[in-house]
């Protein structure tokens, strides 16, 4: 199962690659850590792209702080070490990464991405998700990604009136346990994480958290409104059969 800190970098990654960027160029000074090593200098770098980022935007986000920088460091490292190393100005090592940072300005600017661009982003977004660097990442217009096409599917329910939206992000094995990502929005709020299936589609767990206040928990608010059953059965008949290949 993802960590907390590795479900909040991948949500807002996009964020975080323009913040690291602007965080090694501008922010910190590399002339200050030729005498230090590289560990200094980009836990320095990670701190104030997460500045630039978060803000006041998660009460008590530090608790997830040890996660985030874990995940970011699995991420930017490679990149950020060989601009270090080199000390020249971060620039992308290949066209393709160039390409993402234009498709994601394109999506910030609300322009419709084409579908050969779509297809990009998502190869971009899988990459990503099995470890990739995103720096690192290259694409062939010819090449078959094997892109997940139920990513961003929607499911909504009714409960008590009260419309509970699930969006399917990814699916990921482990061992006979079957994981489905995803984002629940309930009651105006958001929540992150998965539902666990065995190999049969019978749930045999769900555990999602607010992604603003992380010790808030999806399934806790449900029992206290005592509707949890409804819920799980809403994930079991409409949301599990759908979502299975």
Same mark, same amino acid.
């Given at each position: 199962?993802?960590?907390?800190?590795?479900?909040?970098?991948?949500?807002?990654?996009?964020?975080?690659?323009?913040?690291?960027?602007?965080?090694?160029?501008?922010?910190?000074?590399?002339?200050?850590?030729?005498?230090? $090593?590289?560990?200094? +200098?980009?836990?320095?770098?990670?701190?104030?792209?997460?500045?630039?980022?978060? $803000?006041?935007?998660?009460?008590?986000?530090?608790?997830?702080?040890?996660?985030?920088?874990?995940?970011?460091?699995?991420?930017? $490292?490679?990149?950020?070490?060989?601009?270090?190393?080199?000390?020249?100005?971060?620039?992308?090592?290949?066209?393709?990464?160039?390409?993402?940072?234009?498709?994601?300005?394109?999506?910030?600017?609300?322009?419709?991405?084409?579908?050969?661009?779509?297809?990009?982003?998502?190869?971009?977004?899988?990459?990503?998700?099995?470890?990739?660097?995103?720096?690192?990442?290259?694409?062939?217009?010819?090449?078959?990604?094997?892109?997940?096409?139920?990513?961003?599917?929607?499911?909504?329910?009714?409960?008590?009136?009260?419309?509970?939206?699930?969006?399917?992000?990814?699916?990921?094995?482990?061992?006979?346990?079957? $994981?489905?990502?995803?984002?629940?929005?309930?009651?105006?709020?958001?929540?992150?994480?998965?539902?666990?299936?065995?190999?049969?589609?019978?749930?045999?767990?769900?555990?999602? +958290?607010?992604?603003?206040?992380?010790? /808030?928990?999806?399934?806790?608010?449900?029992?206290?409104?005592?509707?949890?059953?409804?819920?799980?059965?809403?994930?079991?008949?409409?949301?599990?059969? /759908?979502?299975?290949?």
């Amino acid at each position: 199962m993802m960590t907390p800190g590795q479900i909040w970098v991948k949500r807002r990654l996009k964020d975080l690659i323009k913040a690291v960027e602007e965080a090694a160029t501008t922010h910190v000074d590399i002339e200050n850590y030729k005498n230090f $090593n590289f560990k200094e +200098y980009s836990i320095d770098v990670y701190n104030a792209a997460l500045d630039i980022v978060v $803000n006041t935007e998660i009460k008590d986000w530090w608790n997830m702080y040890d996660s985030i920088i874990s995940t970011m460091e699995d991420t930017f $490292n490679t990149q950020l070490k060989k601009y270090y190393e080199s000390e020249i100005g971060l620039e992308s090592l290949n066209e393709s990464f160039d390409r993402i940072l234009d498709l994601y300005k394109k999506v910030k600017e609300g322009s419709e991405l084409r579908p050969s661009e779509q297809t990009m982003m998502r190869a971009f977004k899988k990459f990503v998700d099995k470890g990739g660097n995103a720096e690192d990442f290259t694409y062939s217009d010819e090449e078959d990604y094997d892109v997940d096409q139920r990513e961003g599917e929607k499911f909504t329910y009714d409960v008590m009136d009260m419309p509970m939206t699930y969006t399917f992000s990814e699916e990921y094995q482990d061992g006979d346990e079957i $994981n489905y990502f995803g984002e629940i929005t309930f009651e105006d709020e958001e929540f992150l994480g998965v539902i666990s299936t065995d190999k049969r589609g019978f749930i045999t767990g769900y555990d999602f +958290y607010n992604v603003l206040e992380d010790d /808030i928990r999806l399934q806790d608010k449900l029992q206290d409104m005592q509707i949890e059953d409804e819920v799980m059965n809403f994930f079991a008949e409409e949301v599990i059969p /759908i979502l299975r290949r």
